[in-house]
DNA sequence: ATTTTATCGCAACATTGTTGCAAATGATAA
DNA sequence: TTATCATTTGCAACAATGTTGCGATAAAAT
């Protein structure tokens, strides 16, 4: 039976999720942590809790994937059906934890997981007259 | 005003996109036009066909990007509403015409486009007992 | 046929993600 | 506390994917 660790690399990538608002890219949370790990680890890292269930992985229209912790765990059953905002103009990526969207799915298909993202203008930059 | 050509490159990757049945990807459309043309043409044609709407551009969960032809075009507002479905043994992403999702989105938001994609298996994988 | 300019090919580069393996480290039991 | 052992890490090397600049080519309009 294999196990997880905490690790330090780990507890400085959970971290970074707890003081962000928004998804995060590989990236971005390399620079965020500069230097605590190599790259190599911070993909394997993110594989893990991805598997664990700690961390949802959301892909963007443009390609790009981005990484939310989930705060929803106590759930039993840990679908992520909520749906998840990209502005086009700031380019954040914010969970919409309300917003679970109904949809009737044609026979013969199992669905397993959804990916339900929407774009457009966030809140911030709306205000702002782009 | 810049206007749009109609090359071979375009046209063969338009044929392409004709005879299959799913989304492909850079890679796929690239094997099957063998060497009509260069890799970045066929980045620049399919930056130019999503960007004149006659093809939509589909991201996977595993970050993978594909490409299918709309097959509503003659629709007045041109939105690209409906799901698509990634089979996680097959790989195939295909168009699902007649789900669409129906959501209620807070306030403050504003929503130009949507990608609902839903994945698990599709029939073909789900018959043959995987 | 000539002109204009969108498109192409090539080369070079940037980014993102993967793999193998020896060394380091966290968790467990002695 | 120490010994043990599997998990995790760093490094290096590689693979895949996407981007950019620029001179050459070719489509469309006059």
Chains 1, 2 share one sequence.
Do not use: W
């Not at 990526?93 to 774009?119: Q, R």
């Amino acid at each position: 039976m294999k196990t997880t660790r905490n690790t330090t690399a780990k507890t400085a990538v959970l971290e970074v999720f707890e003081k962000s608002r928004t998804a995060l890219s590989h990236t971005e949370i390399q620079k965020q942590l500069n230097d605590v790990c190599d790259r190599v680890t911070i993909y394997r890292i993110l594989d893990r809790l991805v598997n664990d269930d700690i961390v949802h992985k959301i892909s963007n229209l443009d390609g790009t994937v981005k990484y939310a912790k989930c705060n929803h765990s106590n759930q039993r059953v840990h679908i992520h059906n909520h749906a998840h905002f990209s502005c086009e103009n700031c380019h954040e990526i914010t969970c919409l934890e309300n917003v679970k969207p109904s949809y009737i799915m044609p026979h013969n298909y199992k669905v397993k997981e959804i990916n339900f993202t929407l774009s457009g203008l966030c809140p911030n930059c709306l205000n702002s007259n782009i």
